[in-house]
Structures are given as structure tokens and as C-alpha cells.
Nanobody, 117 residues
Framework: QVQLRESGGGLVRAGGSLRLSCEAS????????MGWYRQAPGKERDLVAV???????KYADSVQGRFTISREDAYNTVYLQMNNLKPEDAAVYYC???????????WGQGTQVTVSS
């Protein structure tokens, strides 16, 4: 089982930056996708940025060029550097891990990101 612990959310002004962290513990699948998803009130959960076990990264078009995902394997930690934040970025951000072999997924509790004008 995989346990995920998120941190780094908060209140920031438009144009500001935040750095989210996700620490994973337990048995992390060798073939996986790890990264960040967000959900605004009344909306569906959307992909923000993920990194595959092979190192390939994928970003949502809306955050391309502003957000950067990275991974620290030694500490099983995934980061999301969020720059030039916009009010439309406000949401609960979730860390997620998908096991591509077992077709199972794990989720963190979420961390709130609020962006003011």
C-alpha cells in the first residue's frame, strides 16, 4: 500500500509562487505515474502535471510554462513548482500515484491553493 502526504498549499497573490510537496511511503510501483491533480468546487478533478516512472513529464495546457514537476527518488518525493499563479489556479491540489501494472491508484488528502487578485 502507498501512503501520500502533501504539503505546501496556502494563500498567494496573483503572480506569486508556491511549491507543493508530496512524500510517498510504502511500496511504490516500479511502473507508475506520479503527480498532481486539482479540483475546484463543483468541478471535475483535472490533471495538472505528472511524471512517468521513465521520466517523461506531462502538463496541462493551462499550466504549461508556469508549473514544473520534479521528483526526488531517494526520498520518494514529488514536487510541483507553481509560478505566476492565476486566480483560476485556485483549487484543492491532490497528489496521485497510478500503478500501471495493477491498474490501481492512490491519492493524498489534498492541499488547498488559494489565489487572490
Amino acid at each position: 500500500q502507498v501512503q501520500l502526504r502533501e504539503s505546501g498549499g496556502g494563500l498567494v497573490r496573483a503572480g506569486g509562487s508556491l511549491r507543493l510537496s508530496c512524500e510517498a511511503s510504502g511500496s511504490i510501483p516500479s511502473l507508475n505515474v506520479m503527480g498532481w491533480y486539482r479540483q475546484a468546487p463543483g468541478k471535475e478533478r483535472d490533471l495538472v502535471a505528472v511524471i512517468f516512472s521513465g521520466g517523461v513529464k506531462k502538463y496541462a495546457d493551462s499550466v504549461q510554462g508556469r508549473f514544473t514537476i520534479s521528483r526526488e527518488d531517494a526520498y520518494n518525493t514529488v514536487y510541483l513548482q507553481m509560478n505566476n499563479l492565476k486566480p483560476e489556479d485556485a483549487a484543492v491540489y491532490y497528489c496521485g500515484v497510478q500503478d500501471l501494472r495493477a491498474r490501481t491508484e492512490y491519492w493524498g488528502q489534498g492541499t488547498q491553493v488559494t489565489v487572490s487578485s
